[in-house]
């Protein structure tokens, strides 16, 4: 992991102070209401539909066990509402809902989709001191909120992804800091979201991001300007999902690795100048790049040209600093397994798969291979019954502390999905690690299939929401318990957004359930065929809507007919089936939205059509 | 940089020539020859289009009179004026300056070059 310097250090913990000066001023009466927002947005303060929502930054995912722990305090201690509150909360909800509403819950963190983690219930007056608390470990919620450059997210297997091209930690790590405090960029027209993967799939969907980068070797003088092998990145610019999913456009094929803060800086300054303020909704990137088109590139290239030329390229990542930030990135040394040869933990590891069914399909699920081959990457399952989808109590984070202490090497990662991930494994401690994750509920043999579903959190916290999102994932998973069943299913990407947001990335499912509102009730869009980038769903792409919103009451009977068409319909690749979004791919839609329409529980006339 | 409080705004020395550029105007169409003082105005304090401005006159035109900041002017935005290119700041109306100073005595250093400190941190640690 990135090693923070002295400078780092002072630096976070400035931030801390300046928040509580602001909080005092703004309790004071120096600062109003409007001015108080921003700045308390761009440290991650929310305030949201019963309390404040803090979101705390995790560069590119990667959480030190320390870290955990005082998430997992601040999730104890401070993630408390005042019982009154709650109570009068949970009335709210109760009233909304035709059917008993979940619980609302405290106490606890939520992962979300940009590798960050949440919390709900801190009441405002306690910021300053989690701040503190935050910032002894590093931690803090610098440009986490407001329309400026957020928290770079990348491949949950960075610099350990067996298809990997170069490791993408050290420039999401070189970007953070030039993308900290930066004094230009602090009131854009709107957020703008970067994601970065040095590996060949894409597990970090860059191409829904306003700028996607992949790390990439030269084909050579001739096509790429530089000799062949040399690392640069092919930049991708003005992806975003919200009311108008777009995917990114390739806006440049091959950017020398030591340019790109410059040709950024380029970018974000382009936008700054001609991105629209006069309609929220029009003002990311990527409505720009789709109307100016050819127009933004040139001038785009344009002001890089003058950045090189005319201001002397001061942001050119020399390859000392290169090295300086790559030294934090050696892999742990790890203990070598007292007298146990690899060929012995392999042949331990197969006996133990041979004698134990489950450990043998949580192995095939959660298991991924590494670039050190005695290690895997296990993936922690967050999604089970009886919690939402990516929620962490105070002590399930000690326990994953816990595992990552002795397994991991002090190391976890919050994945895309809303998982953690555990990076250094030993082959030879997966059993150990399986029975002791099972023990704590994270074992959950699910990874990419049906129930390891995103979900936003929805209508039950997010003032911006349309509908819920939580019963909606909780009544699909409860449907889904059976193991084979999920198995025989296979991978499939469901993504549940509870507003046109998208922060639960409905666009980019290959079943998406988005939450509308309509007269004041909630009804939900479903779409099919969307992918995020990744090797199971190819290019990225946005979903169809398969017809008029359902009730939150038809949603499951509506995936139950997808999924049932999909059984119907699917061939024999192989000896296997094929994926659900293949099938879907290769028969069309129509007769998954025949089917989707067939499940609704009234005709559709008696339906307010949303 | 120079605070000025917003009903002292209009101490113009005589003979200054002061222009002001409007927020969609690019800076570098703008004939800047025998210019003392530019003012670039924040509609909202939550646009950020001066910035940019600021920095391409001080930057890359090397501008060296007064950038001045007008409009919606608050405290917690005077130290990224600054680094901007920016030299002075008139507040708005009704905004209570006690509390300035401080900001700009809190972080001794940045990551990113600007238009002042024109190296990153990193290159400047090297150098």
């Known amino acids: 992991m990135y090693q923070y310097t002295d400078f780092d250090t002072r630096f976070v913990k400035l931030r801390a102070a300046q928040h509580r000066d602001q909080l005092e001023r703004w309790q004071a009466g120096q600062l109003s209401d409007d001015e108080f927002r921003p700045l308390r947005l761009q440290n991650g303060w929310y305030v949201q539909r019963y309390a404040p929502m803090l979101r705390v930054a995790v560069p590119y995912g990667e959480l030190s066990s320390a870290q955990v722990r005082v998430l997992a305090t601040i999730a104890r201690d401070y993630d408390r509402p005042d019982p009154a509150l709650l109570a009068e909360a949970q009335a709210i909800q109760d009233r909304i809902s035709p059917v008993p509403a979940p619980r609302l819950t405290a106490g606890y963190a939520h992962f979300t989709t940009r590798q960050n983690v949440q919390f709900n219930w801190i009441p405002l007056d306690r910021s300053a001191d989690v701040m503190d608390l935050l910032a002894s470990v590093h931690l803090h919620g610098i440009q986490t909120s407001g329309n400026c450059i957020r928290n770079i997210t990348s491949d949950e297997r960075a610099g350990i992804a067996v298809d990997e091209v170069a490791d993408p930690r050290p420039f999401a790590e070189i970007l953070r800091q030039w993308s900290t405090l930066h004094p230009e960029f602090a009131f854009l027209p709107r957020k703008f979201k970067i994601a970065i993967t040095g590996a060949t799939e894409d597990r970090a969907a860059t191409a829904w991001h306003d700028v996607g980068l992949h790390l990439i070797r030269s084909d050579g003088e001739a096509t790429h300007g530089v000799a062949a092998g040399e690392l640069g990145f092919k930049v991708l610019v003005g992806g975003g999902m919200g009311r108008t999913p777009v995917i990114a456009s390739t806006i440049r094929e091959f950017l020398p690795w030591h340019q790109i803060m410059n040709y950024l800086e380029a970018v974000v300054r382009v936008y700054n100048r001609w991105g629209r303020r006069d309609n929220m909704y029009k003002a990311r990137i990527k409505i720009l790049v789709k109307a100016e088109g050819q127009r933004y590139i040139d001038e785009v290239e344009a002001e890089y040209r003058d950045i090189l030329e005319r201001d002397g390229a001061p942001h050119t990542i020399s390859q000392a600093e290169l090295d300086r930030v790559t030294a934090s990135f050696v892999p742990p040394t790890l203990g070598q397994r007292a007298g146990v040869s690899a060929e012995q933990a392999d042949r331990q590891l197969r006996q133990a798969i041979d004698a134990d069914p489950l450990f043998s399909r949580w192995v095939a699920r959660n298991v991924a291979p590494h670039q050190n081959p005695a290690l895997r990457t296990v993936t922690l399952s967050f999604k089970r019954p009886g919690q939402a989808p990516g929620d962490a109590t105070a002590d399930q984070l000690d326990v994953a502390a816990d595992l990552a202490d002795r397994y991991s090497a002090g190391e976890v990662r919050v994945n895309h999905d809303q998982n953690l991930v555990l990076p250094w494994v030993a082959a030879a401690d997966l059993h150990a690690l399986y029975t002791a994750a099972r023990a704590a509920a994270f074992a959950s043999p699910n990874v990419h299939l049906l129930t390891d579903m995103i979900a936003c959190p929805g209508g039950d916290y997010c003032a911006l929401a349309n509908a819920r999102s939580i019963p909606v994932a909780a009544a699909i998973t409860e449907r889904y318990q059976d193991l084979d069943e999920l198995d025989d299913l296979g991978e499939i990407d469901l993504h549940i957004s509870g507003c046109i947001n998208s922060c639960g990335h409905h666009h980019s499912g290959h079943i998406g359930i988005l939450g509308v509102d309509k007269d004041g009730k909630e009804w939900y869009q479903v779409t099919l065929g969307g992918s995020d980038g990744s090797d199971l769903g190819g290019p990225a792409l946005a979903g169809k809507v398969v017809g008029p919103s359902f009730s939150a009451a038809e949603v499951p009977d509506v995936i139950e007919a997808i999924l049932n068409t999909y059984r119907n319909l699917r061939q024999n690749m192989d000896g296997r089936h094929e994926t659900f979004i293949t099938t879907l791919r290769r028969v069309r839609h129509e007769a998954f939205k025949a089917a989707a329409n067939g499940a609704r529980h009234a005709p559709l006339h008696s339906h307010a059509e949303a | ?127």
């Open chain 2, 1 to 127: 940089m120079k605070i000025i409080a917003n009903n002292d705004q209009n101490t113009l020395a005589s003979g200054q020539k002061v222009i002001e550029i409007q927020n969609h105007v690019d800076p570098r169409t703008v004939d800047l020859v025998g210019v003392d003082r530019i003012d670039l105005h924040f509609p909202k304090f939550t646009d950020g289009r001066a910035y940019s401005q600021a920095f391409l006159l001080r930057r890359r035109l090397g501008f060296k009179g007064e950038i001045r900041a007008t409009g919606d002017v608050l405290i917690d935005q005077l130290v990224q004026m600054q680094r901007s290119g920016f030299d002075s700041a008139v507040l708005r109306a009704g905004v209570d300056a006690s509390a300035a100073q401080r900001q700009f005595e809190r972080f001794s250093a940045f990551y990113q070059g600007d238009a002042v400190t024109p190296a990153p941190r990193f290159a400047r640690e090297a150098a």
